[in-house]
Structure formats: structure tokens, C-alpha cells
């Protein structure tokens, strides 16, 4: 199975003529470079993932972009390219850094972390709109490499606050064997600790059984080891077994997690601050929902527009200092204003905790307080990050 996986290598800023805003209005030109990943196959194929993931938010970023730049003078553009399973993706994005040093992508972590390497990255402004793996915005983060999507810790610490709220201190987890599944449950772990939480016991899914046909007796089986408890945590990025484990457990109990109550980075339940807009115009530009690879990609493509349009430039150094300045304000429809931590590169974003029907809450939850930005009880906060780059 090939998942289009997509290096959005964005935004690609070409200053016109010399190159100089004070010449000529400055014009942008986004490039998103697809990269597709194999993965494993999963037992059911019921949601598939859309051949257009994250390049649809790109595309809708690029309209909101062209809707303000019409009034200013300002030009944006969009060119795409695809590379395949084992192809030469440090090609392309070398070939990519040549026309710009703006780029938007959705890339596994290591090929995040080669690009970001390259000499050709030097002084570029690099947008992760994929990976949300922690250590990309600690030990490993890069000062070219920004980050529009929600690292795994901002989206586990917002369900852990809903934990506390809702006083589910007994909490069980079923972790599913993938990369992603362990890196989320490690997240999880993570995340119970730092709200003084913690787990009763744990369970990895290992189940051979075909679920579409044996759910109602394989799932109770599994489970019954758990006894009683609050809430259950499932670690199912992969979206493979987790369909199964709701209202199959052998003690009826709210699941959470990568199934049932999630935390996510967008959602088309969110309706509220202005979202109903853009989810219109993403489906009617589309004609699907809106994902939060989708999100990623927009806010992303929105926040080198934003900057341009504020400084008048294409120039890097005048964008990326604007881009970490307190002047910078990104309206992302969240109910607050999104704003990038200047220790790690993480944009900082409201986390919707939703069920496939309705917002549940939305992260942080109040009550949970922090002394400069309440957004920053999200993910790792300046004492948490080891990140040295941005320093």
C-alpha cells in the first residue's frame, strides 16, 4: 500500500526583477513537493487517505493568500512535484531550494532532518506539516525547521488535561505494534506524567484475528485483564485496530485516544471562530473535508503570507524575523491567535478534543494556567525543550 506522502516543499518566495521589495512588489511562489511513503496495510479500508492529503490545504492557503495580495499587488503561485517510493528526494528539494528558500513539507522525520541538513537549506525557511514526532522540536530540531502541525506531546497533554478535569485517574492503554502507534503511546506516557497522572496498566495489540468478523468476542477477551477503570487510552496511529475497540470492551468505559475522544490538530466538528468559512471553502474548492495534514499545510502557506504581506518583502531574514517577532499573528479560526515559539519553531495552536460527531473541548482546558502564554501547557515549553539551534 503507497500513501502519497507529501514534502510540501512550499512556499517558494521569488523576489521579481532584483529581487528587492523596495523595486518591485514582491511575489510568491509555493511549491509543494509529494513524496510517497509505503505503508503497512491495516484491517479495514474504510477511511482512505485521500490522494490530495495536505496539498488541498496548500492549495486553499494559496487562494486565502491570493484573495489579500489582489488588493496589495502581491502574486502567488503554486508548482508541485512528486517523488516516488525510493526516489531522489534530496534531488528534488535541492532542485527546489535553488528556485527558493521556502519550503513547506510533509516528509517523515529523517528525511525532515536531511533536508533540513543540506547546505542547499542554509538560511531557508523549512515548513513540517506531517511529523509530529517530539524529538523534532527538542534534541533534534533545526533553527530553518518550523513546525505548523501540533507536535504528538501538544496533542497527548490535551487530553491528559481532560483526564484531570474530568478526574479519570484510573487510565489503561492498548498500544498498537507500528512506529507512529509507539511514539504516540510513548507521547501518552509523557503526558500522565507531567499532569501527575499515570497509567494502572498496559496492553500491546498483538491480535492476528480478522476484527470485521470477530470484534464482539475477540476485543471483551483482550480487555478483561484491565478490570475496572476510568478511561482507556488507544495508541492506534495507524488507524488499524482501534475502529474495533469501541463498545467491544469487556467494562463499558470511555475510549480515548487515537479512537474515540481524540485529540487532533483539526477537525470538520469544528465550527466555531470563523471555521464554518473555511471548512466551506476548502470543500467547495475540494470536495472533501478538511484534514488536519490539510490544516498544516494551509497554516503553513498562511504564515509566509501573512509575513509578506506585513513586511512588504520576500527577502528570508526580514520574513523569519518577523515570522518570530511578537508582531506576528496567524488567525487560524481557533478561537486565538497562533503564534511560533521562539525556542523550537512549534506553532502554537488550540488542540480541538473531539468524537466524530461534535468538539468536546478544546485544549487548554481552563484552569490550566501558564506564566506567559496558556498555549505553552502544550507540548514542550522553553524549560522542558532541549532544542539548542534556536538559542
Given at each position: 500500500m503507497v500513501r502519497n506522502h507529501i514534502i510540501g516543499a512550499s512556499l517558494v518566495l521569488a523576489a521579481t526583477a532584483s529581487g528587492s521589495s523596495s523595486s518591485a512588489e514582491p511575489n510568491l511562489t509555493v511549491g509543494y513537493l509529494r513524496v510517497e511513503v509505503a505503508l503497512a496495510p491495516t484491517l479495514s479500508n474504510l477511511d482512505p487517505i485521500p490522494d490530495d492529503i495536505g496539498i488541498a490545504g496548500a492549495r486553499t492557503g494559496l487562494k486565502d493568500n491570493q484573495t489579500t495580495g489582489k488588493f496589495l499587488g502581491h502574486e502567488y503561485t503554486l508548482n508541485t512535484q512528486s517523488v516516488p517510493v525510493d526516489g531522489d528526494v534530496l534531488g528534488a528539494a535541492k532542485q527546489m531550494l535553488g528556485a527558493s528558500p521556502y519550503l513547506v513539507l510533509d516528509a517523515p522525520a529523517e528525511v525532515l532532518l536531511q533536508i533540513a541538513d543540506l547546505p542547499d537549506a542554509e538560511g531557508a525557511l523549512l515548513f513540517n506539516t506531517s511529523a509530529g514526532d517530539i524529538a523534532l522540536r527538542d534534541d533534534a530540531c533545526r533553527v530553518n525547521l518550523l513546525h505548523s502541525l501540533p507536535s504528538d506531546a501538544?496533542?497527548?497533554?490535551?487530553?491528559?488535561?481532560?483526564?484531570?478535569?474530568?478526574?479519570?485517574?484510573?487510565?489503561?492503554?492498548?498500544?498498537?505494534?507500528?512506529?507512529?502507534?509507539?511514539?504516540?503511546?510513548?507521547?501518552?506516557?509523557?503526558?500522565?506524567?507531567?499532569?501527575?497522572?499515570?497509567?494502572?496498566?498496559?496492553?500491546?495489540?498483538?491480535?492476528?484475528?480478522?476484527?470485521?468478523?470477530?470484534?464482539?468476542?475477540?476485543?471483551?477477551?483482550?480487555?478483561?485483564?484491565?478490570?475496572?477503570?476510568?478511561?482507556?487510552?488507544?495508541a492506534d496511529e495507524l488507524q488499524d485496530f482501534g475502529r474495533y475497540v469501541l463498545y467491544n470492551t469487556w467494562a463499558a468505559r470511555p475510549v480515548t485516544g487515537s479512537e474515540g475522544l481524540s485529540a487532533v490538530t483539526w477537525s470538520p466538528v469544528i465550527e466555531q471562530w470563523g471555521a464554518a468559512q473555511l471548512q466551506s471553502r476548502?470543500?467547495?474548492?475540494?470536495?472533501?473535508?478538511?484534514?488536519?495534514?490539510?490544516?498544516?499545510?494551509?497554516?503553513?502557506?498562511?504564515?509566509?503570507?501573512?509575513?509578506?504581506?506585513?513586511?512588504?518583502?520576500?527577502?528570508?531574514?526580514?520574513?523569519?524575523?518577523?515570522?518570530?517577532?511578537?508582531?506576528?499573528?496567524?488567525?487560524?479560526?481557533?478561537?486565538?491567535?497562533?503564534?511560533?515559539?521562539?525556542?523550537?519553531?512549534?506553532?502554537?495552536?488550540?488542540?480541538?478534543?473531539?468524537?466524530?460527531?461534535?468538539?468536546?473541548?478544546?485544549?487548554?482546558?481552563?484552569?490550566?494556567?501558564?506564566q506567559t502564554n496558556e498555549l505553552d501547557s502544550l507540548g514542550l515549553d522553553r524549560p522542558e525543550s532541549k532544542c539548542e539551534a534556536f538559542r
Open positions: 501538544m496533542r497527548t497533554d490535551a487530553l491528559a488535561q481532560v483526564y484531570v478535569q474530568k478526574r479519570w485517574t484510573d487510565l489503561v492503554m492498548i498500544t498498537g505494534t507500528a512506529p507512529h502507534d509507539k511514539a504516540y503511546a510513548d507521547a501518552m506516557r509523557r503526558s500522565l506524567t507531567k499532569f501527575g497522572l499515570k497509567l494502572s496498566d498496559e496492553k500491546e495489540w498483538d491480535e492476528a484475528a480478522d476484527m470485521r468478523r470477530t470484534a464482539s468476542q475477540e476485543i471483551p477477551l483482550f480487555t478483561q485483564s484491565f478490570g475496572d477503570y476510568d478511561a482507556m487510552i488507544v476548502f470543500a467547495d474548492q475540494n470536495n472533501r473535508e478538511i484534514r488536519s495534514q490539510d490544516y498544516a499545510a494551509w497554516a503553513a502557506l498562511r504564515t509566509l503570507g501573512e509575513a509578506v504581506t506585513r513586511t512588504n518583502s520576500a527577502e528570508a531574514e526580514a520574513l523569519r524575523g518577523y515570522i518570530f517577532s511578537d508582531a506576528f499573528e496567524l488567525a487560524g479560526f481557533k478561537g486565538r491567535p497562533l503564534t511560533y515559539r521562539d525556542w523550537n519553531g512549534q506553532l502554537r495552536q488550540p488542540i480541538a478534543v473531539v468524537h466524530p460527531r461534535a468538539l468536546v473541548a478544546q485544549a487548554p482546558l481552563d484552569g490550566f494556567l501558564h
